[in-house]
């Protein structure tokens, strides 16, 4: 079966770094995502990994490490507007998305 | 940038009422998908679409829901007897195989 754990909730500071960590087992993958979700509105895509290793972009970054079956996102010089949840999500042999809960990111000033 | 265009942004309808989702996913990608999310809950799978036919779909999508892609570019989900408890954000997606699943911006459905 698959499954996908990442914490309910964090809080930090404006201006600090933050990283969210994706913990996952599954028996197929095709990749692991980052997404961002704003209350009330769509996901959007943040970053895809599917070699080991960190990819940079901007203030984000995320990394992956296949054989511990884990993720992290990485958020730097947080702003407010980063207050937001951030969904882990597996990508399955069949191409299909497996949807972490979600992380509610809390950013105080 | 080719994006996910979902209509209506949002429905009102009555319980027991049939409603259609709207949805036209990027044009060169091959699997769609609709999720729904309901207030304050995790985002949920019902279906993904390829080829022209079902290629998965969840518990919750049962004989009430269907998908239909009509013309070529258009991707809808009917709920046939709408319910109480299928109030939610109706997201479709699209995806190019290897690069996620991108969004549409959602149709916030209320049933009455």
């Known amino acids: ?109 | 940038e080719p994006e996910v265009t979902q209509t209506p942004s949002h429905q009102v309808t009555q319980m027991g009422q049939e409603v259609i989702l709207r949805c036209v996913p990027i044009s060169n990608h091959l699997y769609f998908y609709w999720y729904r999310q309901i207030l304050g809950q995790k985002v949920e799978f019902l279906v993904s679409f390829y080829n022209n036919e079902i290629s998965e779909k969840s518990e919750i999508f049962d004989d009430q829901f269907s998908v239909e892609r009509p013309d070529g570019s258009n991707f809808t989900l009917k709920i046939r007897s709408t319910k109480l408890e299928d109030s939610a954000m109706y997201f479709c997606a699209s995806s190019g195989q290897l690069w996620g699943a991108f969004f549409g911006q959602g149709t916030r459905l209320t049933v009455v």
């Not at chain 1, 958020?75 to 507007?81: A, G």
Request: hydrophobic share 35%; net charge negative; with cysteine.
């Open chain 1, 1 to 109: 079966g698959q499954n996908i754990d990442q914490p309910t909730e964090m809080t930090a500071t404006e201006g600090a770094i933050v990283q969210i960590n994706c913990t996952y087992q599954t028996s197929g993958f095709n990749g692991l995502f980052w997404y961002q979700q704003h209350a009330g509105e769509a996901p959007t895509f943040l970053s895809y990994n599917v070699l080991d290793g960190l990819e940079e972009k901007g203030r984000f970054s995320s990394f992956l490490s296949r054989s511990k079956g884990y993720s992290y996102l990485l958020l730097k010089e947080l702003q407010m507007k980063d207050s937001a949840s951030y969904l882990c999500a597996l990508m399955d042999s069949n191409y299909q998305l497996i949807w972490g809960a979600g992380t509610k990111l809390i950013i105080k000033p």
